[in-house]
């Protein structure tokens, strides 16, 4: 994904020192190309192999535990690649799934703080099937009807 700015700068809110006072401070807008790859791995593969006691089925089904990698690249000359790995783990239902992970810098680029982000996302095709579960276009003006089941 690149992220490219409409705008070369742009205002924030700091704290200025001297007066202990939020003031508006302005801030370039890099141009930066978000790039990575994640290993992730469903245990609903695991549950068939149980044998013993619990967990057979829940909560281990949904569970995915997940490394990705992430790298910002500068598009203006002289930036340089900044890398985390973040170690997760994911909790997938039919309709929302809630992940943490990690976010460790592996240059110095990327800081020196470990930190933390969670994320809730919702699938609403799932939650609301009614509203998704059609095609948006019925017929097409030139090929007809779009479901051929439904072609005379």
Known sequence: VADIPNHRDSSALS???TTNQLVT???GNPSVLQWGFALEYSTLYLTNRFTG???K???LNQLVPLVEFGFQTPLSPGGQTSATV???LSYVMDTW???A???IPLDHNAGKVVGARIQFVLFIDDAIPKLFGKPLISEHPIFGKS???DAD
């Open 101 to 103: 992970e990690a976010a």
């Open 147 to 149: 479901d051929p089941a």
């Open 15 to 17: 704290l200025d020192t």
């Open 25 to 27: 401070a302005p801030t």
């Open 57 to 59: 089925e829940e909560p």
């Open 53 to 55: 006691g619990p967990p």
């Open 97 to 99: 799934q809630i992940a």
């Open 86 to 88: 973040n170690p997760g």
